[in-house]
C-alpha cells in the first residue's frame, strides 16, 4: 500500500507541475500579447523640426491601442529646462466621443480628434523661448492604466537654412548626359542598319537583273549559232 501511496503521490505531484508549466506558458503569452498591442504614442517618422520664429507649428501626436481606449488620458507638456510644464490635456471617453480639452498656454490650440487616435495640437506665433522638446503622454485604463510618451523637438530659426543641391544636380546632369549619349548611339546604330540593308537591297537588284541579261546574250548567241550551223538544202 505504501508503495502506492508514493507512486500516486509522484503522479500527482508531476500532474501539479505540469499544470503550473502550462498556466506559466499561459501567462507569458498573455503578457506577451499585451505587451505588443498596448498602448502606444507616436510623434511621427520625424521627431524634430526647425521652424521660423513667428510661424505657425503643428506638433503632432498620435495613439494606438490593440484592444481600444476607455477613458483615455493625454497631456502635452513643454520641458522647460527640466521643468515640466503642462500645455493641455483631456479625457477621452472612447473612440466616436471629441474630448474637452484643458488649455493652459494662450498660443496653443487642441487639433486632433479620437475618431483618428490623433492628440496634436497647434503651437501659434512662436518665439525664440518656445524652443525645446514637447511631450505628448497618454494613459489607457483599460490596460491597467498602461502608458506611453513620446518626444517632438523644436528648433526655432530666423532663417530656413538653404539646401545644398550641387550633388543632385551633379548626379542628375551625369545621368542626362549617360542617357542622352545611349540614345544618340542607339539612333546611329538605327540609321547605319538601314543603310546597310538599303545597299543590301540594290546589290540583290542589281545581281538579279545582270544575271538575268547574262541569260538573255548567252541564248540569242546560241540562236545565232544554230542559225549559222544548218545546212542548206
Known amino acids: 500500500m505504501a508503495s502506492v501511496d508514493s507512486t500516486g503521490s509522484s503522479v500527482s505531484s508531476r500532474l501539479r507541475s505540469g499544470d503550473l508549466l502550462h498556466a506559466g506558458l499561459v ?18 517618422k520625424v521627431s524634430v523640426v526647425e521652424a521660423m520664429n513667428g510661424s505657425n507649428v503643428l506638433l503632432p501626436c498620435t495613439y494606438s491601442s490593440c484592444i481600444g481606449i476607455k477613458n483615455l488620458y493625454f497631456n502635452w507638456k513643454y520641458n522647460d529646462n527640466g521643468t515640466l510644464i503642462k500645455l493641455c490635456e483631456a479625457d477621452i471617453p472612447n473612440e466616436l466621443v471629441e474630448p474637452a480639452v484643458s488649455v493652459f498656454h494662450d498660443r496653443v490650440e487642441f487639433v486632433g480628434s479620437s475618431k483618428t487616435s490623433n492628440i496634436s495640437i497647434l503651437l501659434w506665433n512662436i518665439t525664440f523661448e518656445d524652443q525645446g522638446d514637447y511631450i505628448c503622454f497618454a494613459r489607457n485604463p483599460k490596460e491597467k492604466n498602461r502608458n506611453h510618451s513620446a518626444i517632438y523637438t523644436l528648433i526655432v530659426v530666423d532663417q530656413m537654412r538653404e539646401v545644398d ?69
Open 27 to 44: 501567462v507569458a503569452l498573455l503578457l506577451g500579447v499585451w505587451s505588443a498591442g498596448g498602448l502606444e504614442v507616436s510623434t511621427g
Open 165 to 233: 543641391n550641387t550633388l543632385t544636380v551633379i548626379i542628375v546632369s551625369v545621368l542626362g548626359g549617360v542617357i542622352g549619349l545611349v540614345i544618340i548611339v542607339m539612333v546611329i546604330k538605327a540609321l547605319v542598319v538601314k543603310f546597310l540593308r538599303k545597299d543590301d537591297e540594290k546589290n540583290k537588284e542589281c545581281l538579279v537583273s545582270s544575271s538575268g541579261n547574262d541569260n538573255t546574250e548567252n541564248g540569242l548567241s546560241g540562236a545565232k549559232a544554230d542559225n549559222k550551223g544548218t545546212p542548206k538544202a
